[in-house]
């Protein structure tokens, strides 16, 4: 007898490298130069913040330099909402040789140097308003490759700590530009070299580290484009319940530090409230370098995620709560001191966890902007939320709001399945 014929078996898909799940740990190497591109982005994002808008601003209009300023900071959070997740987008449909994310990362870095080289001239409110813009369409560019990074090629098991290490220049960026425009390059040459720095730093994660290549034909739609910036919660619960738990969370911050100017002065009457935040900011500062690279250590070392946001939305709370009820300088220093113990934990477990809640591999860069939407859209918020509560109810009002917003934020992580 012969033998039965059989149908023959279909070929096996396989899964393009740029959309597999990564599980090759990443070096120290990989690890310190995603570190140094992400300090380039924010040198550049915070040191005009805080040294060289305000200067220059200044100097167009003296008598209206708040108002100014706020005009200024609110376009270019507009332009940051918009461009970080539609940059992503088209960085999960690129399918250049050189990869997905290495062209964005370039193009990004080439058009943040040039808007702060064109920023720096600039005597009119509306060319400030113009390059500020272009600065942060360009930063953001960056910022959706990068963080695109992390759930491209970090394993589950290490994304705590890479986290962790990758937050920290949201601290060390802040400080190392502010010593930049303030005293290595003051003025307005200072943009120059923020530009250099953003270029400077990128390059060795480009040149150094792999990118896969998308394949033609494992594209994403371009069609789809803008209909994915929105993602259902109902289709995806666990990123949905990720993301508003960052969003109250940040929501929530934002509120709180935005009358702390005027907290310091009023409530706690100190001498010279604009160096009391200087030193509160220093050691918030000092508080989340020691944990946040140690927060994300443990959460991988448990694979435990929850208790940890959990147990850091706690410690923030109760710094909210400090502050609510002992309006003294002693007191509002130990507040600083758990408010950066809870939020470097916070920040490197609660992005671990979003990484692993993303709805598609095709979609990371886009997915990851949209959660830089959570982080950005509460300063827009705060302003509306914060007001009225501290006109009708006071400044402890205003931060028992913060705890309870705070506790509820962190909560909502309860809500998710996929991760423990």
Known sequence: MSAPVRDPEPPAVTTPAALAEPTEPVGR????????????????????????????IESISPDNKKALLGWVTAAGALAALVATPLCGALSDRTTSRLGR????????????????????????????IIAWVFVQVGLNMMLASLTAAIPDRVPVAQRGLVS????????LGAVLGAAVASALVPGRPGYVALGVAVVGFAMPFV????????????????????????????KHPDFGWAWASRFITQLSGASASLYLLYYLEDEVKVADADEAVLQ????????????????????????????????????????SVVMAVAPTWP???????????????????????????????????KDMGLVNVANTAPNLLAPALAGPVVWLAGYPALFAMSAVLTLGGSALVLRIRSVS
């Open 29 to 56: 190497k990989w690890t310190f130069l995603l570190v140094l591109a992400n300090m380039g982005v924010w040198m550049a994002f915070m040191a005009p913040l805080q040294v060289l808008l305000p200067d220059q």
């Open 101 to 128: 994310r290495r062209p964005w990362t370039v193009t990004g870095a080439l058009l943040a140097a040039v808007s702060l080289a064109a920023l720096a001239p600039q005597d009119t409110l509306a060319g400030v």
């Open 164 to 171: 962790g290490w990758t937050n920290l220049p949201q601290v």
């Open 207 to 234: 040149l150094l580290t792999k990118d896969d290549p998308l394949p033609e034909s494992a594209r994403p739609q371009m069609r789809t484009v803008w209909r994915g910036m929105w993602l259902d919660p109902r």
């Open 280 to 319: 509160l900011t220093a050691v918030t500062a000092l508080f989340l370098l020691v944990t946040i690279v140690l927060g994300g250590y443990w959460s991988d070392r448990l694979g435990r995620r929850k208790v940890f946001v959990l147990g850091s939305g706690a410690v923030l709370a109760v710094s």
């Open 331 to 365: 007191a509002v220093v130990a507040a600083a001191a758990v408010l950066g113990t809870g939020f470097g934990v916070y920040l490197a477990v609660h992005s671990a966890l979003l990484t692993e809640v993303l709805p598609s591999a095709a979609d990371r860069a």
